[in-house]
């Protein structure tokens, strides 16, 4: 049989949908404006579709330069919350509606700086991933189940950018264009595996749980390249230099690889440049930024070299150290956790999920280290309460555990 054309090929995929059903609205940037949205908003029915576009790598921080949403009687909405202090009204308007987000975690720290915070929530990705779809991502799942594929671009775009392009509107809309109809099949689904009453508690655990931040004084250590770093002093110019590119970064309002790569703060806390054509010939410390910053970057060297304050090589955690090394140090919870790991694997195939949402690995390894003094189905259960596993995957995953903590595999000790 003859090869099928290209285009014959193209034939046969779901067609592509490039622009909402209503066309792209203007975007809301007045008070008079909002207020029509939040009127609007109000006077709608059901839930309400969510989305939000930031300018990761591009502006300092994780605020929203974009908020979409949709609901039925009400239509498609565009907002720019860089004129607005709050989005109070909007979420005034949306009293008692549940929100359908894809990938809620991303967006609702944001929309929580804007005043925004659903009181019901319906995440896409989660409960993709509960339902067993093997890709969870938007345009993935929208093709799987509706049949239709999203004109998906602009994903790494400067979302600060003023005016936004056509294009990148566009791109915006569409998010929220399907996502109502997206949770229609998704909770048949659910509800076809008798997982809906799963999925509920796991969407009430991401809509109320804050999970723990890195405090600010600790955050450079998550530096790229840190582990190049081999000595208590040079981490302290390393901390000093990061500190120094930070404040400037919040000051301009960039983000702080715009200003200074990583490579270029490890590079100088190895080789400690004390002039400015030291610094200059240091790698990554190039551009208007370096020169121009060079006394600043100097200062914040010379703070390092000279601070009595100096960090510990290793933070300590307070969880267990990798799996990599228990088993030399624990061999006991490396036989453990591997018993514990495979038999969950083969429990979460049986229910069509994969592994890490049947049960987080942070809180198998957890529970692996540090069993309870007890080990019994009773133990357990309460020890993966503790540790923020919800009921439904206790109910499903506590018996596995205890038996695996009781008797792991004599095998795995060799």
Request: with cysteine.
């Amino acid at each position: 049989m003859p090869d099928c054309p290209a285009e014959d090929a193209e034939d046969t995929l779901p067609p592509l949908l490039t622009e909402p059903a209503e066309g792209v609205p203007f975007v809301i940037d007045t008070d008079r404006g909002l207020q029509r949205c939040a009127e609007a908003l109000a006077a709608g029915s059901g839930p309400v579709a969510v989305d939000a576009e930031r300018a990761s790598g591009f502006r300092y921080g994780q605020r929203a330069f974009l908020v979409q949403l949709k609901r039925a009687g009400s239509g498609l909405w565009l907002i720019d919350p860089e004129p607005f202090d709050t989005l109070a009204p909007i979420q005034q308007a949306l009293d008692g509606a549940e929100w359908i987000l894809h990938a809620a975690s991303q967006d609702l720290p944001c929309l929580a700086e804007l005043g925004m915070h659903p009181h019901r929530l319906f995440d896409t990705e989660l409960a993709a991933r509960m339902a067993g779809l093997p890709r969870v991502g938007l345009g993935a799942v929208v093709e799987t189940l509706l049949h239709v594929r999203l004109a998906k671009e602009h994903s790494a775009a400067d979302w600060s950018r003023r005016p936004l392009p056509k294009d990148w509107l566009r791109y915006a809309a569409l998010d929220v264009e399907l996502l109502v109809e997206l949770r229609t099949e998704l909770t048949r689904m659910l509800d076809e595996q008798g997982k809906h009453s799963w999925a509920e508690e796991e969407f009430e655990h991401l809509r109320t749980h804050r999970p723990p931040t890195v405090p600010r004084k600790d955050r450079w250590r998550k530096t790229s390249g840190i582990n190049k770093v081999k000595s208590p002093r040079r981490l302290a110019v390393l901390r000093e230099l990061w500190r120094a590119r930070d404040h400037l970064a919040e000051r301009r309002d960039v983000a702080p690889g715009h200003i200074l790569p990583d490579s270029a703060l490890v590079a100088a806390a190895a080789a400690v440049p004390r002039t400015v054509p030291e610094l200059l010939a240091t790698p990554g410390f190039h551009g208007r930024a370096a020169k121009r910053e060079a006394p600043r970057w100097l200062r914040a060297i010379k703070a390092g070299s000279s601070s009595e304050d100096l960090p510990e090589l290793q933070r300590r955690s307070a969880g267990p150290p990798p799996p990599r090394a228990w088993k030399d140090r624990n061999p006991l919870a490396y036989r453990r956790y591997r018993t514990a790991r495979d038999w969950l694997a083969a429990r979460a195939e049986e229910l069509a999920m994969m592994p890490e949402t049947l049960l987080t690995p942070a809180v198998l390894k957890q529970l692996c280290w540090e069993p309870p003094a007890q080990i019994d189905l009773d133990a357990v259960a309460g020890r993966l309460a503790e540790l923020g596993a919800r009921r439904w995957q206790i109910d499903r995953t506590a018996a596995v555990v205890t038996v695996a903590l009781l008797d792991p595999d004599p095998l795995e000790a060799s």
